[in-house]
């Protein structure tokens, strides 16, 4: 089991930044990567981000690339999304998720199917 906690959502205004946290623990050795999804009202999920733990690559939503960057702290076993030029249409619950199955191709760490274990998520609230 992996246990993942979001942490850093809240209420930006449009234009800002809000950077997010997720914290993993348990049995994280199983991981082969961890990405980032977002719901908004009424919408289905989403794919925002993806990492794969080993090695690093990083994999972003078009609607997001350029302005948020996913990043990792291998020893702290978390990983961070900071979001810049945040838009009010990107108001949603944001939240991580952790896969214990390789894939070869980049697009399975698209498929919030792939993840095993997701986080409670954390509220992004952008005012326009």
């Known amino acids: 089991q992996v246990q993942l906690v979001e942490s850093g959502g809240g209420l930006v205004q449009a234009g800002g930044s809000l950077r997010l946290s997720c914290a993993a623990s348990g049995r994280t050795s199983s991981r082969y990567a961890m990405g980032w999804f977002r719901q908004a009202p009424g919408k289905e999920r989403e794919f925002v981000a993806a990492t794969r733990w080993s090695g690093g690559s990083t994999y972003y939503a078009d609607s997001v690339k350029g302005r948020f960057t996913l990043s990792r702290d291998i020893a702290k076993n978390t990983v961070y999304l900071q979001m810049n030029s945040l838009k009010p249409e990107e108001t949603a619950d944001y939240y991580c998720?952790?896969?214990?199955?390789?894939?070869?191709?980049?697009?399975?760490?698209?498929?919030?199917?792939?993840?095993?274990?997701w986080g409670q998520g954390t509220q992004v609230t952008v005012s326009s």
């Open positions: 998720a952790a896969a214990s199955t390789y894939y070869s191709g980049n697009i399975y760490y698209t498929l919030g199917s792939t993840y095993d274990y």
